[in-house]
């Protein structure tokens, strides 16, 4: 199993491609059989590729982002943070909570991120 401080440092990692990083970065953090539910309910992402073309979708935005907490127990941990997104003239600001589980390499298996669009708010 992976230690704490790995999957930690996978969570952080995590945050800061998401924000400044490309899809390949983002997609780097995942086994190659992970999976995505972005949000909670929606048809999961399963794969590389899937997952790749998922996180393309934010890769041309400017977007920011600011990890809160992280909370690691057993193989899982579960995460608040920030997505600020500019589009055009409007920004787009997002709090998600995703909860992970990771392989012996502290890489991701699973992501399920939890917010909806109630959730948004839009400036």
Do not use: L
């Given at each position: 199993m992976a230690s704490a401080d790995d999957i930690r440092a996978t969570?952080?990692?995590?945050?800061?491609?998401?924000?400044?990083?490309?899809a390949a970065d983002v997609v780097a953090l995942y086994r190659e059989?992970?999976?995505?539910?972005?949000?909670?309910g929606t048809e999961p992402h399963v794969g590389h590729a899937a997952i790749t073309k998922f996180y393309?979708?934010?890769e041309p935005l400017e977007t920011s982002t600011e990890l809160f907490s992280v909370r690691?127990?057993?193989?899982?941990?579960?995460?608040?943070?920030?997505?600020?997104?500019?589009f055009?003239?409007?920004?787009?600001t997002l709090d998600?909570?995703?909860?992970?589980?990771?392989?012996?390499d502290a890489r991701i298996v699973s992501m399920r991120a939890f917010w909806s669009q109630d959730d948004m708010v839009v400036g």
């Open positions: 969570v952080r990692k995590y945050v800061e491609a998401v924000g400044s990083g490309t059989d992970a999976t995505v539910e972005d949000p909670v393309e979708n934010i690691v127990a057993g193989n899982s941990a579960a995460f608040s943070f920030r997505v600020v997104t500019k055009g003239e409007q920004t787009f998600p909570i995703d909860v992970m589980t990771f392989d012996e």
